[in-house]
């Protein structure tokens, strides 16, 4: 199958010393060819030692990728020129020179792999040191979409479509099979949204009935390199879950060497893309596949293999809880009521790491009923959503027409009568806490009243989020023991349409139950206090 490797440079080595330039976090494949046939090519160990100045040397893996082709792939968030020399196992490689010149990022949005900050811990940064506020849509099956096809159009199309409303993060498989549950019957007349079960799909050779595990299938590979390349292309983080335990995969045997071999190689292949955060496994410890020690070996696994320190995690809050310092966040899946009290509790046992709530019960409906969980319906799944941000933790939004099995890639094209997915509800979110930097808050929860609170005392804003139910919402008390409020303001956020109302005077009747909150009954809103002086610096 032809590939086409997007916007990933294509480097032939022909010269005993090769010249490159690219600009920082851009992803470079330069290919080493031998000149005769290797035997087990994906067993033989090549790795390319790469030094800056003043840096320390990186020990690159490259991967074969058939045709008798290794890759060394490479990013650099450094800029400056490099000098790599290979060290392998093949003579004909060993020794091999290179330069590497490393310009500045001139691309816009483009800001570099995802990291934590030791004086920001409990959030997520990018490398250049902005805030990135991890806004996640899960799309298990994202790798099926086009697979097959030169080009990517469906691909293409719904990742253009999260990057307009703003979703900067994919929760994805590099590979299931199908769903154990029932599937709508209603599926039969749209089978063209239908990927689970297809047999032509599969990263070993064979395929998923009737496996070989003997190798792998590079084709797969080639296709998923697309995928990715486009994600980090749109500046879209790829929350690459290795296994999937859930989905009817016939994986080899733990710790076989066919097992081996497909999780080193998906490390080798996808760490020197910015735009990867490691899991483990989905669900990791729950249909009790694998074991404890077994996820933590590959936890050390992939460390020893990455040269790029990508984040990694496993999601499984008991393992995240038992194992803290094997992870660089806590991974939670919560469906319970007491969703906002789980998030906050989680915050305050982990004040070193980020809490990010992968899967927290809400699966806002489609056109096809895949997988309801708890809550369907658009504004509780939303509300959701801002209890875990209120915790100040971070959150991932599902749509069961894309989730899972079922992908409708262009949802605002369908008919009329087609539920479609409110991913505006999440551009608003974003939008919001971009412009008041949600890395700054902290839940003061003792200050909650009858809504939920964030404090941002660097600059001066307090928000109070209340249901649309709500009457009344008591903001004084924080103000009074933290600021001086004296030439506050006060507006308010609709959440379901975006809009804020007219910034006013800051209303100091703390007991004032008649005072009307705009959009009551129809929207649940954030009340935004902002011109505030802090009393102390968080």
Not at 232 to 243: Q, W
Request: glycine fraction near 6%.
């Amino acid at each position: 199958m032809p590939l086409s490797y997007g916007q990933i440079k294509i480097w032939k080595t022909k010269k005993e010393k090769q010249q490159i330039h690219t600009p920082q976090w851009g992803v470079n494949d330069i290919i080493f060819k031998s000149k005769r046939k290797v035997n087990d090519p994906l067993k033989k160990e090549i790795y390319a030692l790469v030094k800056g100045e003043g840096e320390n040397t990186q020990k690159i893996p490259l991967f074969y990728n058939g045709n008798n082709e290794w890759v060394f792939r490479y990013s650099s968030a450094v800029e400056g020129v490099k000098t790599y020399v290979l060290t392998s196992e093949l003579k004909e490689f060993e020794g091999k020179k290179g330069q590497i010149t490393v310009t500045k990022n001139e691309k816009e949005g483009r800001h570099g792999g995802v990291v934590l900050h030791k004086d920001n811990p409990q959030h997520f940064f990018y490398e250049d040191g902005k805030h990135y506020f991890n806004m996640a849509f899960e799309c298990d099956w994202l790798f099926a979409l086009d697979y097959g096809k030169e080009d990517l159009p469906k691909t293409k199309h719904l990742l253009n479509v999260l990057e307009d409303y703003q979703f900067n993060q994919v929760v994805m498989n590099v590979y299931s099979y199908d769903v154990k549950w029932k599937k709508d019957p209603k599926l039969a007349d749209f089978p063209e949204f239908e990927y689970g079960g297809r047999e032509d799909i599969y990263p070993f050779l064979g395929s998923n009935s009737q496996p070989d595990f003997s190798t792998l299938n590079l084709e797969f590979f080639q296709h998923f390199d697309q995928v990715i390349s486009e994600m980090h292309d749109k500046e879209i983080v790829s929350h690459l879950m290795i296994y999937v335990w859930n989905k009817m995969v016939n994986w080899p045997e733990m710790n076989s060497a066919s097992d081996n071999l497909y999780y080193d190689y998906v490390i080798k292949r996808y760490q020197a893309f910015p735009n990867i955060i490691w899991d483990v496994s989905k669900e990791a410890l729950l249909y009790g596949r694998a074991t404890e020690e077994y996820i933590n070996e590959r936890i050390d696994r992939a460390r020893n293999l990455d040269a790029y320190n990508r984040l990694i995690s496993v999601h499984d809050f008991g393992f995240c809880k038992r194992n803290k310092e094997k992870v660089d966040f806590i991974s939670m899946q919560n469906w319970q009521h007491t969703l906002y009290q789980n998030m906050l509790q989680a915050r305050n046992d982990f004040k070193e790491k980020p809490v990010f709530n992968i899967e927290h019960g809400g699966y806002e409906e489609s056109p096809f009923r895949v997988f309801p969980g708890a809550y369907i319906n658009a504004e509780a799944c939303l509300r959701r959503n801002y209890q875990c941000l209120f915790a100040g933790g971070y959150t991932t939004y599902y749509w069961q027409g894309a989730s899972w099995n079922v992908v409708i890639h262009n949802p605002f094209e369908q008919p009329a009568h087609f539920k479609k997915p409110h991913f505006e509800y999440f551009k608003h979110m974003r939008t919001l806490f971009e412009h008041y930097n949600f890395e700054n808050f902290v839940p003061l929860s003792h200050h909650n009243s009858s809504g939920f609170n964030l404090t941002n005392k660097k600059d001066g804003v307090v928000m109070m989020y209340t249901p649309k139910e709500n009457q009344w919402i008591g903001v004084h008390k924080v103000l009074k023991k933290n600021f001086d409020y004296s030439k506050a303001q006060q507006q308010w956020f609709n959440t379901l349409t975006g809009e804020y109302s007219e910034k006013e005077n800051y209303n100091t009747e703390p007991f004032d139950f008649w005072y009307e909150r705009p959009w009551k009954g129809e929207a649940d809103v954030i009340l935004i206090i902002s011109n505030l002086k802090s009393n102390s610096v968080n």
